[in-house]
């Protein structure tokens, strides 16, 4: 695809770690094999303790503080030790799985703000993720709150994905996303070449 498509468009290579900090080991292997062809990794977390979010199966038997505060614990405690990866995906993801409604912003903030130093101080990034448009969640993902964060804390790099799927929704609402990000204050977003950012100006 690379070939047919010289000139006209530039094909990254990528992958996206759906990791915990039980399975770190099998991620460092899987990015040691790779490493020298990608691009760019997604770091994401669906599942804690091999309990999936999107079925309930890890907030069953829980009460919201607990399968909150659980899964950004959870995060924190996977990139202390594993730095292979660009970015942290869909930061928030809990929202959308949330049957209780979305959990408060301040009663997370701490853990948060210890995640988004973490990732700064390690060079890594954050994506704001535009699937939050169709899955019509009342915020983007991660939430306004988060971005502006981040970027209080000095936070820079951040890309946008629309987490497709579905070619449908292959692109989606990225032009919005774009114009949130300038609300905010952002005056970049970043691609990846090599595993390392690319600054384009917004």
Known sequence: MQEAYEGKMRIRKGLEFGIQSGTVDRFESLFERYEN????????????????????????GKSQ???????????LKVIRTFKNYSVLAHLDLIARYDDNSVYPF??????????????????????IN?????????????????LKLY???????????????????????????????KEIGFEEFCTFEKMKPVFHRL
Request: net charge negative; hydrophobic share 35%; glycine share 6%.
């Open 65 to 75: 503080q607990e399968y909150n505060e659980g899964y950004y614990n959870e995060i």
């Open 106 to 127: 301040e009663k997370v903030r701490d853990i948060i703000t210890e995640i988004l130093k973490t990732a700064i101080a390690d060079g890594k990034g954050i994506e």
């Open 37 to 60: 062809e990608l691009d760019f990794i997604l770091l994401s977390m669906h599942q804690i303790d091999n309990l999936t979010l999107w079925d309930q199966s890890y907030q069953s």
């Open 151 to 181: 970027r209080k804390l000095g936070g820079r790099i951040i890309t946008i994905g629309s987490d497709a799927h579905y070619v449908r929704y292959l692109g989606d609402h990225i032009d919005e996303a774009m114009k949130i990000l």
């Open 130 to 146: 535009t699937s939050s448009w169709h899955y019509e969640l009342n915020d983007t993902q991660p939430s306004r709150e988060i």
